[in-house]
């Protein structure tokens, strides 16, 4: 009878450590996943943005609408100055955009999730229209 007991308590602490081993890996899974998240492209210059570093904009009023008007100037890679290697080319008509022109773009605020932006265009191929 103590045999038992003591075969039972073997088993159920191996299944303890079983499931604790288990779960630390899952973890440890998740953490390496996280490492490899695809980094955000910057929609002026394509270059590579990672955490801390944010798209340089403008985005027009009213916020209580589900899209907006937005101006993108580009990230800390093209504006104000561009690194050496990279250029400033319109993601709609793959001109050239210079250091003072602008992306124009609308931004969909989502009720859940993140929010969305849509490049119309750049100051070349997408002029406002004068109603």
Same mark, same amino acid.
């Given at each position: 009878?103590? +045999?038992?007991? =003591?075969?039972?308590?073997?088993?159920?602490?191996?299944?303890?450590?079983?499931? =604790? +081993?288990?779960?630390?890996?899952?973890?440890?899974?998740?953490?390496?996943?996280?490492?490899?998240?695809?980094?955000?492209?910057?929609?002026?210059?394509?270059?590579?943005? +990672?955490?801390?570093?944010?798209?340089?904009?403008?985005?027009?009023?009213?916020?209580?609408?589900?899209?907006?008007?937005? =101006?993108?100037? /580009?990230?800390? &890679?093209? +504006?104000?100055?561009?690194?050496?290697?990279?250029?400033? #080319?319109?993601?709609?008509? &793959?001109?050239?955009?210079?250091?003072?022109?602008?992306? #124009?773009?609308?931004?969909?605020?989502?009720?859940? /999730?993140?929010? &969305?932006? &849509?490049?119309?265009?750049?100051?070349?191929?997408?002029?406002?229209?004068?109603?």
């Amino acid at each position: 009878m103590d +045999y038992l007991i =003591i075969v039972i308590s073997v088993c159920v602490i191996a299944a303890l450590l079983w499931g =604790i +081993y288990k779960y630390y890996k899952s973890q440890s899974v998740k953490k390496s996943q996280k490492k490899n998240l695809q980094p955000v492209k910057c929609p002026v210059c394509s270059s590579d943005m +990672y955490k801390g570093e944010n798209i340089i904009s403008k985005v027009y009023r009213p916020m209580k609408v589900p899209d907006q008007l937005m =101006i993108i100037m /580009g990230c800390p &890679h093209c +504006y104000p100055r561009c690194e050496p290697g990279v250029s400033r #080319t319109c993601p709609v008509c &793959h001109k050239f955009v210079g250091p003072d022109q602008s992306l #124009t773009a609308r931004l969909f605020n989502k009720a859940v /999730g993140k929010k &969305h932006v &849509h490049v119309i265009g750049c100051s070349n191929c997408h002029k406002p229209r004068a109603d």
